[in-house]
């Protein structure tokens, strides 16, 4: 595509040229709508004086092709409907007429699309890391425990293992380990398809609930592909008619401004500002005279773009008491399945179904958007657990009307309705004993009902949510109504918030709720927010509700975010009048360059306390190294030279050690990392073949980044000729059986690598004639020699 293509066309007549008699080939000068192109196209002149060209190129040029034509055949511009053209054979050009409908509309919005990664660029190196935490309490109780996440990198994925100890509080000084997570992950880039063997989480779908398995799970990874457009984004189509300057407005904020030609333009990949919005195209023309088009837009997460599909399959055992035990598993085989669909950009579908023996669960739901204004889910589904059938329906609603978003939410299901995570739950309970016997005290009945076993309550059997968010006089207010129904209480609250920015450093806040069952409890909190600079916030607040009065201030300070920054918060509570605890407590975090160390004190009721914690990593990579906490990806530099400052997308965030190497350890998974050495800071005996190398890890991965940065035999040798003149600038300088020619600068100073102990050199003058000299060479660590004057006859 270049840089014309979707610039519309108006019809003129066709201008009649001499005829050849066999098809010829034209390289010609393309003006679209007046608008010339920066290429040169081919074209091919038939028999009959019309004009053709493979529909590739017309594509190429913006104009549309019948989707059924092959790239390579010829297409005649008069066959193609809305195209006139005039061929000027003297300047050897094309100038073409088209209306809008006959052309692709200019995309403007290139640059904000997510960035495309090079998939041959994916890297992933062997090894492996282990993040860790300690943490000390100390006290009237003290504890003390350790937390770690220990991965095996392969080039077939990463093997991950996650658990923490504790500190038993018995005198004898025992440790109680429990392990949360195990498991094998693999992730394709290329299909964005993440297969998992072990601990794993099995999806809803959307209306059931989320649970814990452990077994087999493949399903789409669109985290993986952060290039990927995988939420169906409105679009914003408008005509130029004439050439013009345009501005897009969104919520008056300027986001994008370019030039279009004559015709149809469109933006795509619009950013995501969530909920409803207001766009304003500005054209502005040659003379200044201003168009503008305004327009609503609804952004709706749930929506997939148009063909794009999003899948999860597992199977396995539920997991138990997870958290509190380490290998607890109930011994029923069950499975789940979910699929996500774009049919349009305006509508996705979904399906899930669940089960294990004796139940099984399927549901069917989609999102779909109306027009700029909002939109709506829905969703149904039955199940089948002991013999009883249930139902439940979910419907949701938002929209953006006059400036103001809507929302709400009606849930239903009757008592015989239930999830895997409640049969889960109810056979969790009555697991038998070695003889089959019952837990004493357990219901025997063969459905019992919620009120008489609360565990079949997987979530609630009514609930209706309702609220609007907007502006008045720029203070944003947020109003919500929530009623939810158990099997056996309810819940009815109200909410309140509204916040007012107060100049660039000030912002006052308030909020609060209020209770309309039987408790009929409230609160009401208002508050205030100071930046104070760019890297200290203060913020206070007092807060009344129906049992006590409290007033809280809190301080922070943050110096940055890599490594050598601080982080200080402070942080009180004072009771003013009825129930509740004073408390104040003090913190302070370090990010080191081998881990991040942090501590406290607090004084909650009376009671004094101490905590310490250290977190970090171990990472055996090419090397053993100590860093801050390693979250997804991250980089092992060798060959980077002592001492040498170490940039990450131009921001400096370490440096490397005496040996040349380092550790990154906050790389971006699966996008363009560019990695720099500043080479000013390198020993002069130091040469660096590169200062700058582009990465793309893998998901969770490590890679190695070698500057091959190396000892140099260097120095600069001082020639002069039998007179003990300095040789002229300008003359070659070639070591015998060295490398090519070096040019000798002022006062015959020349700079020459690849020394060896003994060096013959021949010198080709610039005036004619050549000279030779040898000179002996000994390395001067971290310095650069200076031989000379060497005489050169």
């Known amino acids: 595509m270049v840089a014309i293509a979707g610039v519309s066309w108006v019809p003129s007549p066709v201008n009649a040229q001499s005829s050849p008699q066999t098809p010829v080939t034209l390289v010609l000068e393309v003006r679209v709508n007046g608008v010339r192109s920066p290429l040169l196209w081919e074209f091919v002149q038939l028999p009959d004086g019309a004009l053709a060209a493979t529909a590739e190129r017309l594509q190429g040029l913006g104009l549309k092709v019948p989707p059924a034509r092959p790239p390579a055949d010829l297409v005649r511009l008069d066959d193609l409907p809305g195209i006139t053209y005039r061929y000027i054979e003297a300047a050897q050009a094309v100038e073409i007429d088209a209306t809008d409908a006959a052309v692709v509309p200019m995309v403007l919005d290139a640059g904000i699309a997510p960035r495309e990664i090079d998939l041959d660029k994916v890297t992933r190196n062997t090894g492996a890391l282990l993040n860790y935490g300690v943490y000390a ?21 990463v093997l991950s293992t996650t658990g923490f100890a504790t500190l038993a509080d018995d005198g004898n000084g025992g440790v109680d380990h429990t392990r949360l997570d195990t ?68 919520n008056g904020l300027r986001y994008f401004t370019g030039t279009v030609g004559r015709g149809p333009f469109q933006f795509r990949s619009l950013p995501n500002i969530g909920g409803g919005a207001t766009a304003t195209v500005v054209l502005t023309d040659a003379t200044g005279r201003e168009t503008r088009l305004s327009k609503p837009l609804f952004f709706a997460p749930d929506l997939l773009p148009q063909g794009r599909l999003d899948f999860s399959v597992e199977a396995g055992f539920p997991r138990l008491n997870y958290g509190s035990e380490s290998f607890d ?105 070695p003889l089959g016997a019952v837990h004493p005290g357990l219901p025997t009945d063969p459905l019992p009902t919620p009120d008489d076993d609360p565990l079949l309550v997987a979530f609630a059997r009514k609930i209706d949510r309702f609220g609007a968010s907007f502006s008045i006089a720029d203070i944003g207010i947020n109003l919500a109504y929530t009623h939810v129904e158990l099997a056996n209480q309810q819940f009815r609250a109200a909410n309140f918030s509204a916040q007012r920015s107060l100049g660039t450093n000030l912002s006052l806040w ?24 760019r890297r200290s916030t203060a913020a206070a607040n007092v807060a009344h509700s129906r049992d006590a009065t409290r007033i809280s201030s809190r301080f922070t300070y943050n110096s940055g975010y890599g490594e050598g920054s601080w982080n200080v918060n402070l942080a009180s509570q004072e009771v003013v009048s009825g129930t509740g605890t004073d408390y104040r407590a003090a913190d302070v975090r370090y990010r080191g360059h081998h881990a991040t160390l942090g501590g406290g004190v607090d004084n909650f009721d009376g009671e004094t306390r101490v905590n310490g914690f250290i977190q970090g990593s171990i990472v055996a990579m090419g090397g053993l190294f100590l860093a801050p906490t390693v979250d997804r990806s991250f980089a092992v530099v060798r060959g980077g030279g002592p001492n040498t400052p170490l940039l990450v997308d131009s921001r400096e965030v370490g440096h490397t050690d005496a040996h040349g190497r380092a550790l990154l350890p906050s790389l971006r998974s699966l996008a363009t990392n560019r990695i720099e050495i500043d080479p000013t800071s390198l020993p002069l005996d130091m040469s660096a073949p590169q200062t700058e190398i582009e990465v793309v890890p893998d998901d969770r991965a490590g890679v190695i980044v070698d500057f091959g940065v190396r000892p140099q035999a260097a120095a600069v040798i001082i020639l002069v000729d039998g007179a003990s003149q300095p040789l002229a600038v300008g003359a070659l300088v070639t070591i015998e059986d060295g490398g090519g020619p070096t040019v000798v600068g002022h006062d015959g100073r020349v700079f020459l690598t690849g020394l060896a102990a003994h060096n013959r050199i021949l010198v080709e003058l610039p005036e004619g004639g050549e000279c030779r000299a040898s000179f002996d060479f000994v390395p001067v660590v971290g310095g650069l020699p200076q031989i000379g004057p060497v005489t050169c006859q």
Do not use: C
């Open 329 to 433: 598993y109930l011994s029923r085989f069950s499975g789940s399945a979910s699929v996500r669909y774009g049919v349009s950009d305006a509508l996705t579908l979904r399906a899930h179904v669940e089960g294990m023996r004796g139940h099984v669960m399927g549901s069917l739901g989609g999102t779909v958007r109306l027009g700029g204004f909002g939109a709506i889910s829905a969703g149904a589904s039955v199940s089948r657990f002991r013999e009883r059938t249930g139902r439940r329906f979910v419907l949701e609603g938002q929209a953006h009307v006059l400036g103001i978003d809507f929302f709400g939410g009606i849930e239903r299901s009757n008592s015989r309705y239930q999830t895997l995570v409640g049969a889960t739950s109810f056979h969790a309970t009555r697991r038998a004993d």
């Open 510 to 533: 308030v909020n609060g709720f209020r209770d309309f069952t039987d408790r009929k409890d409230y609160g009401v909190a208002v508050g205030l927010t100071v930046a104070l600079g």
């Open 183 to 250: 498991y094998w992950r693999i992730v394709d880039v290329r299909t964005a398809i993440a297969l998992t063997l072990g601990d794993t989480i099995g999806s809803g779908g959307g209306i059931a609930s989320a649970y814990r398995l452990a077994g087999i799970q493949i399903q789409r990874d669109f985290e993986s592909r952060p290039d990927l457009v995988t939420m169906a984004l409105p679009t914003l189509n408008g005509t130029a008619a004439v050439p013009s300057t345009v501005d897009l407005y969104i």
């Open 137 to 157: 309490d100390i006290g009237k109780d003290s504890q003390a425990s350790a937390q770690y996440d220990l991965r095996i990198l392969t080039r077939r994925g």
